[in-house]
């Protein structure tokens, strides 16, 4: 399943119909935010091809310089814009990006309003595997600055991968990597266990400081430095 494009303000009907059976997510967005849209994009991608971890969801796309009316109902003033649709009604509405927010209320919306068809909430399945969440704080300590992505930093695998890795060599940052495609348990028990559900993943002293869009705006404001320690 993909995400839908809105084409047109009078075709909002037809999707909100939907929600009467699924959670909707409308991600408004522009030309001017594309960038910044994109790991949106990404994410909701993957929320809708893993219906084993989020249930039943779609997701559909409204460009606010072409669907003016549609913005105007929903009062959106700024691109990125995710609302969460339930039953035809506003349930959340998460401005900018917050990728850990996000997918917990698309979670918090399917459990709410469609419990038959809901999966476990985040995190469930985890407490019951000690030994995996075992595994993961191992990793996520192994080091002050640690990243799991795709490759490692010698070769790093993914567009996302590979800024990421600039960045750090150019601030001449200390930190590990752990190649998420080399172990699909890991890869796949992180995003449930931080709620996380991209790459990479950026951790400070076992914190989650989030993916390569945090830290690209964490340098631009000139605080990347002192959040991962480097002098």
Known sequence: MSIATLNNDSELNKYLEKSKENVLIIHFTASFGEQRSSQINDVLDEVLNNKSAFGPVEALLVDVEKCKEVSIKYNVTSVPTCIIVAKEKEYERIEGINIALLTRKIKEAVFKNFPVNAPALPG??????????????????????????????????????????????????????????????????????????????????????????????????????????VE
Do not use: H
């Open 124 to 229: 469930a399945e985890l407490e019951k595997e000690g030994s995996l969440e075992d595994k993961l704080n191992k990793l996520i300590g192994k080091a002050p600055v640690m990243v799991f992505m795709k490759g490692n930093r010698d070769g790093p695998r993914c567009k996302f991968s590979r800024e990421l890795v600039s960045i750090f060599e150019e601030m001449k940052v200390e930190y590990e990597t752990f190649d998420i495609l080399e172990d699909e348990e890991v890869r796949q028990g992180l995003k449930a266990y931080k709620n996380w559900p991209t790459y990479p993943q950026v951790y400070v002293n076992s914190n989650l400081i989030g993916g390569i869009d945090i830290i690209k705006e964490l340098k631009e404001i000139g605080e990347l430095k002192s959040t991962l320690g």
